[in-house]
């Protein structure tokens, strides 16, 4: 299974930015698995942002709770991660992850910087 991450960039406080994430591989569906983003901000450690289960329930982490929002397209083997009223506290590198099985998987990270 592979992730590509995209989408990211710089905005300024209160814009609004949507990621990517495309899986590939031999028959990997993300319709069957978990698929989820995280953040590393400066310094800090990875944190959960959001995750889409096989039957579509989304959660989210407080601090995003109200402004991002994780879907997928299942046509595209991709999820997305709109994300709305961006704060500084946002920047960081944004990776996707798939739980196929009993292994996870990770996008290389995308980079966003919000500005103040």
């Known amino acids: 299974v592979q992730l590509q991450a995209s989408g990211g960039g710089l905005v300024q406080t209160g814009g609004s930015l949507r990621l990517s994430c495309t899986a590939s591989?031999?028959?990997?569906?993300?319709?069957?698995?978990?698929m989820g983003w995280y953040r590393q901000g400066p310094g800090a450690q990875r944190d959960w942002v959001a995750n889409?289960?096989?039957?579509?329930?989304?959660n989210y982490a407080d601090s995003v709770k109200g402004r991002f929002t994780i879907s997928r397209d299942s046509a595209k083997n991709t999820v997305y991660l709109q994300m709305n009223d961006l704060e500084p506290e946002d920047t960081a590198v944004y990776y996707c992850?798939?739980?196929?099985?009993?292994?996870?998987?990770w996008g290389q990270g995308t980079q966003v910087t919000v500005s103040s």
């Open positions: 591989g031999r028959m990997f569906s993300i319709n069957g698995n978990y």
């Open positions: 889409i289960a096989p039957n579509g329930a989304t």
């Open positions: 992850r798939v739980t196929y099985g009993t292994t996870f998987y």
